[in-house]
């Protein structure tokens, strides 16, 4: 499997995607409003840390034993089977548990979580497939069509007047049509279940359960503690801030996904010195649009979250801007993570992702309830530091991991650079309209890849990632 190019597709797939997404939730934020976007990010944040605890971390397990070369029609089918019970159980709950839940969300949607939860699930398991069969490519384009059915459906509900069960429905509906599609094109393999396959991905999930939990209820602790004391009214605006930060982690996430599969490969014929050269390979590219966006942030937070979404989303520009910075230890934590559950080392993921956990958690309730929306910005974003770093603690122990220091002070350096320039235009040109913002925007962009080009290192190595984008003739 080629690294970069599997990268470079999800890269571009994730950038359509959110593209169409921070569109649509332009959108959505100006015809709803904070409240009812609140509302409609609490079921999702409840739907997410369900969905994780119905899995138990056996989707990654899955796509451990398939790339370390297991059956995949018997592991496919083994891990449905265990799935199925955990997905029962959960529903179980959730009529049990429906009244608190309405109120805690804000609406009557505590039912719809288990339409939401199992079809995830079935996405969730054909993409494991295909990730585990070193095809992490081809999830680009079932990643890519589930936003766009999700997002279109949603704008035309809304269009005829229905509130924030449009965003719901649009949920249900992307992840149905794009998983039935996903069935009939790739058809994974289906054999019978197997008790020594079924064994086998439990005892890679009972540690990989804490990290999947870990990585979810991390993700979305800050919104969940916001909703228990604040409105949502500020989950809303808070939420948006968090997925406006998010598009900067679009490559990390990307190559996060293409390291799993290829360093377990790696390591099932014990070729270190290649998972060494990956990972480190792999640095600059996935903080490449971080260390900008973290200048950016400072200079234009306001403006984005003002402009874009409706001044009453701009009460979160500070904490926009903490949550970027805290993109870099978040990237680092992706990658490094990655490698250990490639490297059969779900243990020390789990460890490293207890204590970020609990971390996050005292920080969030400490200072949500003293300084609101920064102070869930700086409890995430402190948390996910201290994962980082005992995940790469981790990661030293089994291989030699090497810093590119200087490219990454170029990347410093070419966004200072970008920063000046980016000062100067504004002074000139008033950001008050979207095409405005996007024009000091882009500048930035250009800046910034101007001076990343004259450093030839960075040079040659973007250029390695952009060649995959251009199909090679047949010989």
């Known amino acids: 499997m080629n690294i970069s190019k599997s990268s470079v597709k999800?890269?571009?797939?994730?950038?359509?995607?959110?593209?169409?997404?921070?569109?649509?939730?332009?959108?959505?934020?100006?015809?709803?409003?904070?409240?009812?976007?609140g509302v409609f990010f609490l079921f999702q944040a409840v739907s997410s840390v369900l969905v994780t605890a119905s899995d138990i971390g056996i989707v990654t397990a899955m796509e451990k034993r398939i790339s370390g070369g297991q059956d995949a029609g018997s592991v496919v089918s083994s891990a449905v089977a265990l799935m199925l019970g955990l997905v029962a159980f959960v529903a179980f709950g959730i009529v049990l548990f429906r009244g608190p839940l309405n109120d805690y969300i804000g609406a009557s949607l505590a039912l719809w979580l288990i339409a939401a939860i199992a079809l995830t699930q079935v996405k969730r398991v054909v993409m494991a497939w295909l990730r585990g069969d070193l095809r992490v490519g081809d999830t680009a384009d079932i990643q890519l069509l589930s936003s766009l059915i999700q997002m279109g459906t949603s704008v035309v509900l809304i269009l005829l007047g229905v509130d924030v069960m449009a965003l719901v429905l649009g949920v249900l509906v992307g992840s149905a049509l794009s998983s039935a599609w996903a069935l009939f094109r790739e058809r994974p393999p289906v054999g019978k279940p197997n008790p020594r396959d079924a064994v086998s991905l439990f005892n890679y999930a009972k540690y990989n359960f804490i990290p999947s939990v870990g990585i979810e209820v991390h993700n979305w602790m800050d919104v969940l503690v916001i909703g228990l004391f604040l409105t949502q009214s500020a989950v809303g605006a808070y939420e948006i801030a968090w997925r406006v930060a998010g598009?900067?982690?679009?490559?990390?996430?990307?190559i996060g996904m293409s390291v799993l599969p290829q360093t377990s490969a790696w390591d099932a014929r014990s070729e270190t010195g290649r998972i060494e050269r990956l990972v480190s390979s792999s640095i600059v590219p996935s903080l490449f649009l971080i260390i900008p966006s973290v200048f950016g942030a400072v200079l234009l937070s306001r403006e984005i979250l003002g402009v874009v979404f409706g001044e009453g989303f701009a009460v979160a520009s500070l904490a926009l801007i903490v949550l970027v910075a805290g993109k870099i230890p978040e990237a680092i934590q992706l990658l490094v993570g990655k490698c250990?559950?490639?490297?059969?080392?779900?243990?020390?993921?789990?460890?490293?992702?207890?204590?970020?956990?609990?971390?996050?958690?005292?920080?969030?309730?400490?200072?949500?309830?003293?300084?609101?929306?920064?102070?869930?910005?700086?409890?995430?974003?402190?948390?996910?530091?201290?994962?980082?770093?005992?995940?790469?603690?981790?990661?030293?122990?089994?291989i030699t991991l090497q810093l590119p220091y200087w490219k990454l002070a170029w990347c410093v350096l070419a966004s200072l650079v970008m920063s000046v320039v980016i000062v100067v235009v504004r002074a000139q040109v008033p950001i008050t309209t979207v095409p405005r913002l996007l024009a000091v925007v882009a500048v930035g962009a250009v800046v910034y890849g101007a001076v990343v080009m004259l450093y030839p290192p960075l040079r040659s190595l973007l250029l390695g990632y952009v060649s995959n984008l251009v199909p090679r003739p047949a010989a």
Do not use: C, W
Request: proline share 1%; no cysteine; net charge positive.
């Open 10 to 37: 999800l890269f571009g797939a994730q950038i359509a995607t959110n593209a169409v997404s921070f569109v649509a939730m332009a959108f959505f934020a100006r015809e709803l409003g904070s409240e009812q976007m």
């Open 247 to 254: 598009v900067t982690t679009l490559l990390a996430s990307a």
């Open 340 to 398: 250990l559950l490639g490297l059969d080392k779900p243990n020390l993921v789990a460890r490293a992702t207890v204590v970020a956990l609990v971390l996050n958690l005292v920080l969030n309730v400490a200072l949500v309830t003293q300084f609101g929306l920064i102070g869930a910005a700086f409890a995430t974003t402190l948390s996910f530091t201290a994962g980082m770093l005992l995940r790469v603690r981790y990661l030293t122990e089994f």
